[in-house]
Nanobody, 124 residues
Framework: QVQLVESGGGPVQAGGSLRLSCAAS????????MGWFRQSPGKERELVAA????????YYADSVKGRFAISRDNAKNTLYLQMNDLKPEDTAVYYC?????????????????WGQGTQVTVSS
């Protein structure tokens, strides 16, 4: 099992940047595929980006391609999401999630462990 704690959210102006971190407990972080999801009021939770267990394969939602970058440091048990050129529509609670699979997963039901989330608010 793994526990996940997100950090790095907060208020930012449009065009700005934030880097989210997700610290994972346990010694098997490197075996999990990981993902960043987001959810805003009245909307379903959506996948923003995902990465396989080794970090060699990534997936991005069309809405964030070219602006966001997912990465992981397996030695530090940490997942990152670098967010650049933020837009008001990026405002949401961002969650990191871990999947028992090693390959990239793109749906919430394929993830087994979730963090509590961190709020990102982008003002225009």
């Amino acid at each position: 099992q793994v526990q996940l704690v997100e950090s790095g959210g907060g208020p930012v102006q449009a065009g700005g940047s934030l880097r989210l971190s997700c610290a994972a407990s346990g010694r098997t972080f490197s075996t999990y595929a990981m993902g960043w999801f987001r959810q805003s009021p009245g909307k379903e939770r959506e996948l923003v980006a995902a990465i396989n267990s080794s970090g060699g394969s990534r997936y991005y939602a069309d809405s964030v391609k070219g602006r966001f970058a997912i990465s992981r440091d397996n030695a530090k048990n940490t997942l990152y999401l670098q967010m650049n050129d933020l837009k008001p529509e990026d405002t949401a609670v961002y969650y990191c999630a871990a999947s028992d699979y090693a390959t990239v997963r793109t749906t919430p039901t394929q993830y087994n462990y979730w963090g509590q989330g961190t709020q990102v608010t982008v003002s225009s």
